[in-house]
T-cell receptor, first 113, second 116 residues
Framework: QKEVEQNSGPLSVPEGAIASLNCTYSDRGSQSFFWYRQYSGKSPELIMSIYSNGDKEDGRFTAQLNKASQYVSLLIRDSQPSDSATYLCAVLNSGAGSYQLTFGKGTKLSVIP | DTGVSQDPRHKITKRGQNVTFRCDPISEHNRLYWYRQTLGQGPEFLTYFQNEAQLEKSRLLSDRFSAERPKGSFSTLEIQRTEQGDSAMYLC??????????????FGPGTRLTVL
């Protein structure tokens, strides 16, 4: 049973601070990792993808991957109230011939003005 | 790209009725996926098409559920004899044929189903 674990939160940070979101996964064969943002009542929106160990930066977002520890994180710098949403971690093991994403339950982020 | 589109956006039905949802993927995306999401949970995979071929089905996809992609373009998901437990957001996603590690999946707006 493939599992993706996230702290459900809510995680509250003041405006301008760094928000740190964490995710662990059980399938050691996982190759690709994604962060989606989901506003209440809306569908998930892809914000970051990462495939190699280390950091990947895109604007205010940095994804970090450590395959040895089976850990992936998302940092949001200079957090804005518009970042308030649920962040979903998703994992893919395409090497097994499967293209299904396995999602965590999401972490709810609240950025306080 | 106009994005993934889904129709209808909302559907209210009575228990026992059949419902059908449609998904139009991003043009030139040959992979299409259906997921289901209930409140407080992440999306759960239902099924996946590459062109017109249905290549994966989850055990969540009971025999009351059927999905098609007849010409490798749009897809339909039908639920027969709906049950209250089918109430959920049904999400469609598509990805580019580049595949491999770059199998980024982009979601449509979803169809919210309420079974009374």
């Amino acid at each position: 049973q493939k599992e993706v674990e996230q702290n459900s939160g809510p995680l509250s940070v003041p405006e301008g601070a760094i928000a740190s979101l964490n995710c662990t996964y059980s399938d050691r064969g996982s190759q690709s990792f994604f962060w989606y943002r989901q506003y209440s009542g809306k569908s998930p929106e892809l914000i970051m993808s990462i495939y190699s160990n280390g950091d990947k930066e895109d604007g205010r977002f940095t994804a970090q991957l450590n395959k040895a520890s089976q850990y992936v994180s998302l940092l949001i710098r200079d957090s804005q109230p518009s970042d308030s949403a649920t962040y979903l971690c998703a994992v893919l093991n395409s090497g097994a011939g499967s293209y299904q994403l396995t999602f965590g339950k999401g972490t709810k982020l609240s950025v306080i003005p | 790209d106009t994005g993934v589109s889904q129709d209808p956006r909302h559907k209210i039905t009575k228990r026992g009725q059949n419902v059908t949802f449609r998904c139009d993927p991003i043009s030139e995306h040959n992979r299409l996926y259906w997921y289901r999401q209930t409140l407080g949970q992440g999306p759960e995979f239902l099924t996946y098409f590459q062109n017109e071929a249905q290549l994966e089905k989850s055990r969540l996809l009971s025999d009351r559920f059927s999905a098609e992609r007849p010409k490798g373009s749009f897809s339909t998901l039908e639920i027969q004899r709906t049950e209250q437990g089918d109430s959920a957001m049904y999400l469609c996603a598509s990805s580019h044929p580049g595949g491999g590690l770059y199998n980024e999946q982009f979601f449509g707006p979803g169809t919210r189903l309420t079974v009374l």
